[in-house]
């Protein structure tokens, strides 16, 4: 499944959105330049990441400042924890979530 999930004008630089893609909620982040998908949910306590803070490819959850990896999914915190990741294609200035 692919899903138009906006313009690159729409997620600037160190920031996010969350957008649905089927059943999925996904946090789509630009950082410096490349498009990254996870899942929008910390598997700590639910935090909201796509409201997290963005430090070079590393979000932060915003409810206890759990760590994860944008391009991989991984939490700094364990290895045994993640998130899920999802392509992210950008066709001229339109932003595409791929599952």
């Known amino acids: 499944m692919e899903v138009r999930v906006g313009t690159t004008d729409e997620i600037c630089e ?4 969350v957008v649905k893609v089927g059943d999925k909620e996904v946090a789509v982040f630009n ?15 639910g935090g909201p990441l796509g409201e997290g803070y963005l430090t070079d490819d590393v979000v932060s959850c915003p409810l206890h400042d759990w ?3 944008i391009r991989t999914g991984k939490c700094q915190m364990s290895s045994l924890i993640c998130v899920p990741t999802y ?6 200035d339109e932003v595409f979530v791929i599952l």
């Open 31 to 45: 950082s410096k330049g490349e498009f990254y998908g996870i899942g929008n949910t910390c598997p700590h306590r």
């Open 87 to 92: 392509k992210v294609e950008v066709r001229g």
């Open 67 to 69: 760590k994860f990896d």
């Open 14 to 17: 160190g920031s996010s959105k």
